[in-house]
């Protein structure tokens, strides 16, 4: 598989960058991390960047990168956490930087695509871009607890959320425990 993971500014940018630390090794992932996630994440966290031979990260000024192709084979994309900037500019067709290009690619190519919108709450223009991208055939997958796996830290909580991506990406793992009601 060939995953494309887009991290931007929004709240959340560890999030992102634990979902790309534990993504099996067998997976060749490009990361780009926007300017604007950059800023977030020096305010938010004491994190570094995820070293795995497996991993090729991309500056979000990097307009002519091999991922805003059509003709580079990938299979998905994600955008964790996904800012409200990125989703308008998704849903009206603006491709200005490296993520929303490879975003117009992605949809244009019929791939899978998954937004984790990062909003709390979120407002009608908001929904109605998720509402517009989920018409296009976007999964829209905001980071929300389900309480059944009775997570109990916040490293539980965060492998709750990306094993729910994982699910959707159809990439196999033991991070939460499921329901077996």
Known sequence: MKLVVAITGASGVGLGLKFVSLLPKDI??????????????SYEENLSLPNNENITF???DSIGACIASGSFQTDAMIILPCSMNTLAKCSVGISDTLITRTFSVML??????????RELPFNTIQLENMTKLSQLGVVIAPPVLGYYSQQQTLEEMENFLIGKWFDSLGINHNLYKRWEG
Do not use: C, H, M, Q
Not at 28 to 41: C, D, H, R
Not at 108 to 117: D, G, H, Q, S, T
């Open 28 to 41: 060749e992932v490009f990361v780009v991390i926007s300017n604007s996630a950059k800023i977030t994440l």
């Open 58 to 60: 991309y500056d979000d």
């Open 108 to 117: 244009k190519e019929n791939r899978k695509i998954i937004v984790a919108p």
